[in-house]
């Protein structure tokens, strides 16, 4: 061997020593110092910390029925799918779960960085036959994990869902709102969409819980390693009385459906709001056409495309024109401005000129009624007394005494979001104003009013001019029932009118229940009723019936309950919204006295 080779050897076998001694070195100080290091990440890759869903908090009417509540359910998720395994799964799933493998590829992608955390891939519960399908074929399923979760269940299916809203999946936007808000919520969680269910989100919501597992190294759990149990959410009890929800929920659909045996095709929408005046409690909350919150997300794409809208709360977000309910501030305003008193008669000739070009105006059918004082002019709704009137207040003074109880602006319920503020007819600076339009104000045309604002109305009438803040959700308490939070009644307004000005209103509102008043059918009812009905143009060519409308309250002289009736083309106010506030009082007062 040459001394250059040897030279090359000699450099070859140092290095190959230098290299071990290198490589000896790295793994001891691994073993050595590294050893608590690289265990701790080898129990991290063998231990999931997987979420435990809290329950959301039960919601109670006002005398301890259970109105929303959740039971179990099996959800599909996904935990630690590997890339070259998804295309089958998702093929498979989709088939399983009856959905678009591009609906569930786009789950998995919106949450690929959230590790270890499960992707759910359904919202609403699989059925038994779906996870013994899944645990069957679990060799041939990696990653596809069945967890059981709370799901919402409302008790009475459609009673009160536009009041109790509904839950659904959370959307970008609100997932983004909520982390903006500092409030952790995952991708695949549900969230209340409408009703207290959204607005009351916050103590609804429980804390999740974690569950702390070993897997093996195909991602299968092999033990529970510890567990922190979910907190539930706070429980709401609400003003709503369900006895008189029902009751409302089906008076009205009765008279739908009498009034489409008789011919009227145009009928089946509207709304009931029961009110105590002495609080503010809303108590019923009638919207119909109404949607079953249990298969919301099944039947979402039938119910956004209805042309009836179901989704719409009526009772805070349909403005109707108010017609002669109205009437009650004509008759404060003249009373209060000292324009007429409870003994001033006005005669009625069934049509007249009030304004020089402008054209007669009448009564219904042209009716005669003579000589009326206002308590008779209520009684019958007279158009001819309140035109006078109206010539005589003023649109001004209308506006303003109609603003007092509340027109034209929200009535402060804070429980519900998308209430409208309604319209009122009135003279605008700068804008021509006709003489004859204080005549179409003075008889509700012209102004609109949502079934709430109605109530509030009855309500305001009914106590004497306190105007308290509706609201819906009585008490918020954790799950031991200690109290959380308490909702006390709370005035907005009070009208300090004359006595006698209230004496003539309620006594007029109280002749329209007997007799020879435009709700006469009340007379025969359990308590004493004081109302007043309307009736409100929708167009002039007439091929639209009438929205029909009754304001009142019971009993008369102690009220209990402020009621509002919108019957949308149900005709005249005796036609439709009469029937309907009449079923109501005389089954709860029925069943009271019984």
Known sequence: MTKFMLKRLRVFSALVVLVTMVLTARLAWLQIYQYDHYLARAETNRMRDLPIGAPRGEIFDRNGELLVGNRPGFVVSILDLSKRDQPAVVAYLSELLEMEETDISTKIWDQRFRSFAPIRITTKPVSNKVVAQI???????????????????????????????????????????????????????SIGQSGVEKTWEELLRGQDGTLRVETNRYGRRIRVLAKEDPVPGHNLTLTLDARLQNIA??????????????????VGKGAVVAMNPNTGEILAMVSLPSYNPNTFSENFSMLKDDRDNPLMNRTISGAYPIGSTYKMVGAAAALEEGIISEQSIITCTGRKVFFPNDPSRGCFNNAVHGALNVVQALAKSCNIFFFELGKRTGIDHLTAYAEDFGFSRTTGLNDLEGERTGSLLRREEGKYWAPGNVLTAAIGQGHT????????YGAMLANGGIHYRPFLVREVTDKSGETIVSIEPEIINQLEYKDATWAAIHRGMEAVTLPGGTASSMRDLPVKVAGKTGSAQVNLSGTQKAHSLFVGYAPADAPEIALAVIVEHGGLGGQAAVPVAKQIFDKYYSISEE
Do not use: K
């Open 135 to 189: 645990e069957e074929r679990r060799i041939d399923l990696p990653g596809v994990i069945v967890e059981t979760q709370p799901m919402r269940y409302y008790t009475n299916d459609n009673l009160a869902a536009h009041a109790l809203g509904y839950v659904g999946a959370i959307s970008r936007e609100q997932l983004q709102q909520m982390q903006e808000q500092g409030r952790y919520y995952r991708g695949t969680d």
């Open 449 to 456: 009013i949502t079934p709430l604002q109605l109530a509030n």
């Open 249 to 266: 929920e089906q008076a009205f659909l009765n008279v739908i459906a009498q009034l489409q045996e008789e011919g009227n095709d145009q």
